[in-house]
């Protein structure tokens, strides 16, 4: 690709199928630190560092930034459509990409103010950042029909802009790289076309190594620590997708569910993968290699969607931050502080219907990737009213017997395990129907 020069100026509970309905699953983890309202009315990406949490609100003209308990540090303000954010390896200075001002903005984190403004020039519209090769590069507008991918030479007393000869995007592409292999880029469709690439940006100058049409419509992208690999969060798909960046071939899928919509990984691998879930399990976490999620958090309860590139996390890997939007007018922050934490997932079985005055018995199992303490037990409710406690075996089973009042034909079993030092809680209902 050439390039020119111009002057510059972010455990799913189930009820066994064995009943009606009625198995209705709760929360598969405790409940984060939720529902913080953010005052931003809008939100492009969530990003965190060892200090702050920092949202992109286009909307606002702005950057929020909190601490890592969600309280307000500062509202940046006159950040003109402020999308895309990346921060330095010594995160003395955080870039926001402004393309209503065809600018990128340059914040110095220690006081939150805009010291530089560098202009990518007119009509860009410049959106996704990454930091690579010594270089800031962005994702922008071209011309009519073409987006492009430039670069800043961030390091220069008058940082110089690069900006595409021969644009090949459709979109505006999502970019990501990783502080460990500095010299490579990944960049993906963002917008109803397919495309992958990867980049060596080594030179200053953009050299495709590897390529790929089996994913697009991108909405988030981040590279693992080492380097060698991206994942990708495709709203068509019902799963996230691990490429090899050597030669973009896929080498796995974490079956996450419906519409994908964000992903980061930790210092350690560890993924959190996000869905558009409602309020059910937004969010999975995987540890580094693993497909099978450990952990999934369902953020705080009602109809609240989990938003684009609004995964971020802490960069210890000791909190996650989420970004959601609940339908009430007030975007949310979410903070999980418990990740290491395994999910203890519930399953229920019992008859559809049971005759009236004679004892029903409801089965269950609990699991999870890691392993339980020897003695344990569950608590048992029906419709509130507390039942004895039930040993869990060794193999996870458990099961319980109950006679009901005669009045209640239609009991709510909640079982409950309290969790442990290695657990969340977790918990799961079923209901029975008593006949005459």
């Known amino acids: ?102 600018a990128i903005s340059v914040i110095d984190t220690a006081t939150l103010t805009e010291t530089r403004r560098i202009s990518t020039g007119a009509d860009t519209g410049p959106e996704s950042l990454a930091l690579a090769g010594g270089r800031l590069f962005f994702g922008y507008q071209a011309d009519l029909f073409n987006a492009g991918i430039g670069s800043v030479a961030i390091a220069e007393a008058t940082p110089s802009v690069n900006l595409d000869d021969n644009p090949v995007w459709l979109s505006k592409p999502r970019l990501a790289s990783s502080p460990d292999a500095p010299d490579r880029l990944v960049a993906a469709e963002s917008e109803m076309a397919l495309g992958m690439r990867v980049h060596n940006v080594g030179s200053g100058t953009l050299q495709e190594t590897a390529y790929s049409d089996a994913v697009g419509n991108v909405a988030d992208v981040a590279v693992t620590p080492d380097g060698s690999s991206a994942i990708t969060a495709n709203g068509s798909n019902y799963y996230h997708q691990r490429w090899r960046l050597s030669d973009l071939t896929e080498e796995a899928q974490y079956d996450t569910g419906p519409y994908p919509n964000s992903v980061a990984v930790d210092s350690h691998g560890t993924v959190a993968a996000g869905i558009v879930a409602g309020g059910q399990w937004d969010v999975h976490i995987y540890r580094k290699g693993e497909t099978a999620a450990y952990r999934t958090v369902a953020l705080s309860p009602g109809r609240a969607d989990l938003v684009d590139r609004g995964v971020a996390w802490a960069p210890d890997g000791n909190r996650l931050f989420t970004t959601r939007f609940p339908y009430s007018g007030e975007f949310t922050l979410d903070i999980v502080t418990d990740v290491a934490k395994a999910s203890s997932t519930i399953s229920l079985s019992a008859p559809p219907t049971n005759p009236v005055g004679t004892p029903v018995t409801v089965t269950g199992k609990l699991t999870s990737l890691a392993p339980f303490p020897k003695h344990r037990t569950v608590t048992v409710t029906r419709n509130g009213v507390q039942l004895p406690d039930v040993k869990v075996r060794r193999n996870g089973t458990f099961s319980f017997s109950d006679t009901l009042p005669d009045w209640n034909t239609y009991p709510q079993y909640t079982v409950t395990y309290a969790g442990d030092a290695q657990h969340v809680p977790g918990t799961a209902t079923v209901i029975v129907e008593f006949v005459g």
Request: net charge negative.
């Open 1 to 102: 690709m050439r390039i020119r020069r111009r002057a510059a100026g972010v455990a799913l509970i189930m009820a066994a199928a064995s009943f009606n309905l009625l198995g209705a699953p709760g929360p598969a983890a405790a409940q984060p630190h939720a529902g913080i309202a953010l005052p931003v009315r809008s939100h492009w990406q969530t990003l965190a560092d060892s200090r702050h949490v920092y949202f992109s609100a286009p909307g606002d003209d702005a950057v929020l930034a909190t601490d890592h308990d969600g309280q307000v540090v500062k509202k940046v303000e006159g950040l003109d459509g402020a999308r895309g954010m990346a921060e330095s390896a010594d995160e003395s200075t955080l870039y926001v990409a402004l393309p209503d001002a065809d």
